[in-house]
């Protein structure tokens, strides 16, 4: 089993839309899960972290961990065609800061 | 404060050659990586440099060398290209003060081998 798993998509919404992203992870010591964000033809970039377990909220996105299932979710509202891109869960695994990443999604929101 | 850097952009290869991919960052962070990305693969980290003088094999590490030439350069080395290794090549790094899992990337490598 990877240690980290996310649904390809694509994942297309109209503006304004309420956005769920899902990944789910395969061993329960894992504490620090982020999601990083990327652009088309771009490198990615952090847009959030969240360490063991709960909700953290950053404007219009929000994090979710929810260790007893192993699920990360990401949710955006009031979705914006600025949010189109690719969104990558990863894991920080503890050794040497690496991080395992999933396949990443990609999001359109249409205007 | 450019961040990450890496050279070429852009880069087409026949079989059998051989080029280096430079990385470089001005953020003075001790750990820096190479990935690769494929579509429905997702990142897949080729080597890691935890600190200067330093290198580790990652997941996928067959048919490329790195050197951590210095804290600020990290370059990977494709000694024989394949087809198989037509991929868009990120370098990253972080420092563990910014927090476990905060890794920036350059804009990428997009290599194609012929």
């Known amino acids: 089993q990877k240690e980290v798993e996310q649904d390809p998509g694509p994942l297309s919404v109209p503006e304004g839309a309420i956005v769920s992203l899902n990944c789910t992870y395969s061993?329960?010591?894992?504490?620090?899960f982020m999601w990083y964000r990327q652009y088309s033809r771009k490198g990615p970039e952090l847009l959030m972290y969240?360490?063991?377990?709960g909700n953290k909220e950053d404007g219009r996105f929000t994090a979710q961990v929810d260790k007893s299932s192993k699920y990360i979710s990401l949710f955006i509202r009031d979705s914006q065609p600025s949010d189109s891109a690719t969104y990558l869960c990863a894991i920080y695994t503890g050794a040497n800061s690496k991080l395992t990443f999933g396949k990443g999604i990609t999001l359109s929101v249409r205007p | 404060n450019a961040g990450v850097t890496q050279t070429p952009k852009f880069q087409v290869l026949k079989t059998g050659q051989s080029m280096t991919l430079q990385c470089a960052q001005d953020?003075?962070?001790?750990?820096m990586y190479w990935y690769r990305q494929d579509p429905g693969m997702g990142l897949r980290l080729i080597y890691y440099?935890?600190?200067?003088?330093?290198?580790d094999k990652g997941e996928v590490p067959n048919g490329y060398n790195v050197s951590r030439l210095n804290k600020r350069e990290f370059s990977l080395r494709l000694e024989s290209a394949a087809p198989s290794q037509t991929s868009v090549y990120f370098c990253?790094?972080?420092?563990?003060?910014?927090?476990?899992?905060?890794?920036?990337f350059g804009p990428g490598t997009r290599l194609l081998v012929l």
């Open positions: 953020m003075n962070h001790n750990s």
């Open positions: 969240t360490y063991s377990s």
């Open positions: 990253a790094s972080s420092v563990r003060d910014r927090g476990p899992g905060t890794q920036y």
């Open positions: 440099s935890a600190s200067e003088g330093t290198t």
């Open positions: 061993n329960s010591a894992f504490q620090y």
